[in-house]
């Protein structure tokens, strides 16, 4: 029995029950589970969210539940991380594809817990070749075409991604009073996970890169005094506040400066895109802008058209 949650030609769950419930049923007792991987999340693909799969690949595999085997079908360059180990069905390999029907059709062992094959044909059959080129073909439709490794992306601005728990997202979300919203992220930005950052967004803190899963807190702590927090980390808490809360971020930035000294830059911290994966857990995708100031001023320029009204009273940001 195949069991496809967004298919209504296979079983799903049932209107009015709850999903993931029974998919944990169904996932306990699969024997096998396929995984169609088209690439990991690059800087700037934000369409691409693993967690719930990888949630579902390890209710599939718990050592608790029945024997299950897990077919990655590799649709890129790259394999899932947790199953860097494995070996994958690279689906732009005609031979791989041929060998996973195969032993789709003929291994009487496909299936844990079977003794038998699900067709009577033998290895390497008419049938089984013929049914290996169809999905080979039909695969080749819709699998991105591989770029070779030679796509080259890079992001204008300093650029970090810092992740919350869904424990500490609903600890911002569930404070009904703003101040201490404010006060509550303030908080656990210090422990948000930074979860990738371009070099330029490293040197603006003095250091040549920003390791994975470092707290936003050991990032900055010995540029800033923990006892008395710099007017940026404020007003980005407000805009993490806001999206935790699932509304709009303010338009309100502070200026802040690189440790590099030769940089004399101003940067505003703004948050530009939020995630929020089926566990809560969010995601925040934060862009240091840049801003323009003459040598001396105690202001940064933001020129406004010519004719604006107010110009003169709306042209500068203070520094």
């Given at each position: 029995m195949v069991h496809q949650s967004s298919s209504?030609?296979?079983?799903?769950?049932?209107?009015?029950?709850?999903?993931?419930?029974?998919l944990t049923t169904w996932l306990w007792k699969t024997d096998v589970l396929v995984l169609i991987y088209t690439g990991h999340d690059r800087d700037t693909d934000h369409d691409r969210d693993w967690d719930y799969c990888m949630w579902e690949c390890g209710v599939a595999i718990h050592h608790e539940s029945e024997d299950t085997s897990v077919i990655v079908l590799q649709c890129g360059?790259?394999?899932?991380?947790?199953?860097?180990?494995?070996?994958?069905?690279?689906?732009?390999?005609?031979?791989?594809?041929?060998?996973?029907?195969?032993?789709?059709?003929?291994?009487?062992?496909?299936?844990?817990?079977?003794?038998?094959?699900?067709t009577r044909f033998p290895p390497n059959d008419t049938n089984v070749e013929e049914a290996?080129?169809?999905?080979?073909?039909?695969?080749?439709?819709?699998?991105?075409p591989d770029d070779d490794g030679q796509t080259e992306e890079w992001?204008?601005?300093?650029?970090?991604?810092?992740?919350?728990?869904?424990?500490?997202?609903?600890?911002?979300?569930?404070?009904?009073?703003?101040q201490q919203a404010l006060l509550t992220t303030s908080r656990l930005l210090l422990v948000a996970t930074v979860l990738t950052a371009d070099r330029e967004a490293a040197a603006l803190f003095g250091r040549p890169t920003?390791?994975?899963?470092?707290?936003?807190?050991?990032?900055?702590k010995r540029t800033v005094n923990k006892d008395l927090p710099p007017d940026w980390l404020t007003?980005?808490?407000?805009?993490?506040?806001?999206?935790?809360?699932?509304?709009?971020?303010?338009?309100?930035?502070?200026?802040?400066?690189?440790?590099?000294?030769?940089?004399?830059?101003?940067?505003?911290?703004?948050?530009?895109?939020?995630r929020r994966s089926p566990n809560k857990a969010m995601q925040f995708d934060i862009h240091f802008q840049r801003f323009a100031s003459s040598p001396g001023a105690g202001s940064i320029s933001i020129a406004l058209p010519n004719g604006t009204a107010r110009e003169a009273d709306s042209s500068s940001v203070s520094a």
């Open positions: 209504s030609d296979a079983q799903s769950p049932k209107i009015g029950r709850n999903t993931n419930r029974e360059r790259e394999r899932p991380r947790v199953f860097a180990d494995q070996v994958a069905v690279d689906t732009r390999d005609s031979e791989k594809v041929r060998r996973f029907v195969n032993d789709f059709l003929t291994d009487p062992n496909f299936f844990p817990g079977r003794n038998e094959p699900v290996a080129q169809e999905l080979y073909d039909d695969l080749q439709k819709v699998v991105p992001h204008a601005v300093p650029f970090i991604r810092l992740g919350l728990t869904a424990s500490q997202v609903r600890e911002i979300a569930d404070e009904e009073d703003d920003l390791p994975a899963d470092e707290s936003f807190g050991q990032v900055f007003t980005l808490a407000n805009q993490v506040t806001r999206a935790a809360q699932w509304n709009y971020p303010a338009v309100h930035w502070s200026p802040m400066r690189s440790a590099n000294t030769n940089d004399h830059t101003w940067y505003g911290p703004v948050l530009t895109h939020v």
